[in-house]
């Protein structure tokens, strides 16, 4: 990937396609969106888990297939959704490593595993604090991107809470101590972002679900990131219509 400089970095986050041949996935709202982030061509694509419905290995070689649908270079974070049915043990031959960093000029971007098997509840643990902390370090002095499943804080319009890491405020505090200008998750269904200190925190909604939450229908978050502001898009896809909606454009300190 080369991206210049003086140019802004587009990333489509996506989340929670739920790729099955079994029920849930709703593969007509998945190619049109998928047709649509084609059509925007991002620089990256960022998938923050929930990939499959059950962890399954039909599953994950459907969901394999499908994902080559998408023509930009593409990210992946396992859900908890993945580790289902001994899914955690297939992850890896389908889509490589479970956390890793990758660096786009003067961006760092960390993708962090916080899936225990078979739960819904996750956890990024000792181990996975050190591997976040490490890379931050590595990226001091420039943009850092960190995206996980399971959401930090809690999602309004996404029912009772629960399911956040049960270390999530150690978490929080590595990221905003560090000064981390963009967290990406997903787990809730919905669309949603906030500021917690100089930290813009985004929640993607469902791509191809059908659990969808009220009128948010399927979407993924467009982010337009320079080294001085993000500005974020919700591209909504409800009853065959694309809507578009502007969330917010923060400066980055």
Known sequence: ??????????????????????????????????????????????????????GLLEEYRFAQEKLKQIEAELVVIPGNHDGRNLGNTLYKDFFGKRQTTKRIEDMGITVLDTTVPDINEGRLGRAGQEFLEKSLFLYFGIVKIVSLHHHLIPIPEAGRERNMIDDAGDVLKLIT?????????????????????????????????RKTRGYHGHSFTLIDLSKKSVELKVIKLLEGKFTTEIVNKYQIA
Request: aromatic residues 6%; hydrophobic residues 35%; negative net charge.
């Open 1 to 54: 990937m080369n991206i210049n400089q003086d140019e802004n970095l587009k990333i489509a986050h996506i989340s929670d396609t739920h790729i099955s041949p079994f029920g849930w996935f709703v593969e007509e709202s998945y190619d049109k969106m998928v047709e649509k982030i084609n059509e925007i061509k991002p620089n990256l694509v960022i998938h923050s888990g929930d990939i499959t419905q059950d």
């Open 177 to 209: 101590k560090n000064n981390v200008e963009l967290v990406l998750m997903g787990h809730r269904h919905v669309p949603y972002t906030t500021k917690v200190e100089n930290t813009i925190m985004s929640n993607a909604g469902t791509l191809s679900s």
